[in-house]
């Protein structure tokens, strides 16, 4: 099995894992707790991350289009669907509940080819007691038990701890890039299969980065909603002499909250749940790291695009929508918009 993360034109390579065995492959369509899957001897690949760096990820698009995947459907299902097949993977976790709303119909279609499907929720309303259900179903199913995914968590957390120092560097002392810490935080989400190595990529990074001298900069924004699948938005951004100092669901990906135990984890990580949850995260955010503006990030056929009004009522900060649907470069309209966004900012800074 290929597993190798390589340099594209949508982000840059961050880790090189070593190909795991084709059976220790768990997919998985989004942040679950990774935690039972590596106390189960098993290795968690982010089926987003896969999709995203291949050589070629619009090709995986226009793929499962060519298999009967809709077109007005959510290119991330569709790249999620064409990685599972591409790798080979034979078994996927899916989160049915608090995340994409086409999950489901997706691990039914991936179900009909052979691949075992593990079903996940993260229950509406932070039901403690259902998510412990669901917890310790997904232990079972996986051949685990909660008290070794908690040990796991112990180990994680650790290594979480050092990604946490990147956000910092990134808003407190501007000495890491947006577009780095989207990358280190949207990796959490499976640690790229390899706690390990990305513990020792990890350190490596935080000891390069001190030393580096403070980013110029005068505009300071927030990036809020799902990871882009556009690349360039951050090297345009950078281009512009801005700096990213907050990636909302991306920082979500790391688990930012000192917990207890795996369910409370879960209960605090924001972005399956309401959307009261994560505007009070988000207003924290924009206060303690002085955001001037922010660009909220939404993907062509989600559900969650509604979210932009709510964002724009609460929030209360200047904020610029930008929609994509496939895989690509930032094009001549997104610029334009973006650099009079950035102006418009600059102007109003005291």
């Not at 135990?261 to 879960?266: C, G, H, P, S």
């Not at 605090?268 to 955001?291: A, S, W």
Request: contains cysteine; charged residues 25%; glycine residues 8%.
């Amino acid at each position: 099995m290929e597993f190798i993360y390589t340099e594209t034109t949508n982000y840059p390579a961050l880790l090189v894992p070593e190909a795991p065995a084709a059976e220790k492959v768990v997919g998985i369509t989004t942040t679950v707790p990774i935690e039972i899957i590596f106390a189960a001897g098993l290795v968690p690949v982010d089926l987003n991350n896969i999709f995203i760096t291949d050589d070629d990820p619009s090709w995986l698009v226009e793929k499962a289009e060519s298999t009967g995947l809709p077109r007005n459907n959510c290119a991330w299902i569709k790249g999620i669907f064409s990685a599972t097949k591409k790798l080979g993977i034979k078994k996927v976790i899916g989160v049915i509940e608090g995340d994409c709303s086409n999950t489901y119909a997706l691990m039914e279609v991936l179900g009909s080819e052979g691949i075992e499907v593990i079903p996940f929720k993260y229950p509406y309303g932070r039901d403690r007691r259902l998510l412990l259900l669901q917890l310790e179903a997904l232990a079972q199913a996986l051949g685990t038990t909660m008290d070794r995914a908690e040990g796991v968590k112990k180990e994680l957390n650790r290594i979480r701890g050092l990604v946490h120092e990147i956000d910092r560097l990134t808003h407190e002392e501007g000495k890491v890039t947006g577009e780095e810490n989207h990358i280190w935080n949207v990796s959490c989400s499976d640690m790229m299969g390899n706690p390990v190595l990305f513990e020792q990529k990890a350190r490596a990074f935080l000891e390069e980065a001190r030393e580096r001298p403070p980013i110029p900069h005068k505009v300071r924004l927030g990036f809020i909603g799902v990871p882009p699948i556009c690349g360039g938005i951050y090297s345009l951004l950078e281009e512009l002499g801005v700096h990213v100092a907050f990636n909302e669901i991306q920082r979500q990906f790391s688990m930012p909250y000192p917990t207890n135990d795996l369910v409370e984890q879960y209960l605090l990580y924001t972005y399956p749940y309401d959307i009261e949850g994560r505007m009070r995260d988000i207003k924290e955010e924009v206060k303690r790291r002085h955001i001037h503006g922010l660009i909220h990030y939404i993907q062509s056929f989600c559900f969650r695009n509604i979210y932009d009004t709510l964002f724009r009522k609460g929030l209360g900060l200047p904020m610029l929508t930008l929609e994509c649907d496939r895989p690509g470069g930032v094009d001549g309209q997104m610029r334009t918009r973006i650099e009079a966004f950035v102006e418009m900012l600059r102007k109003n800074i005291v």
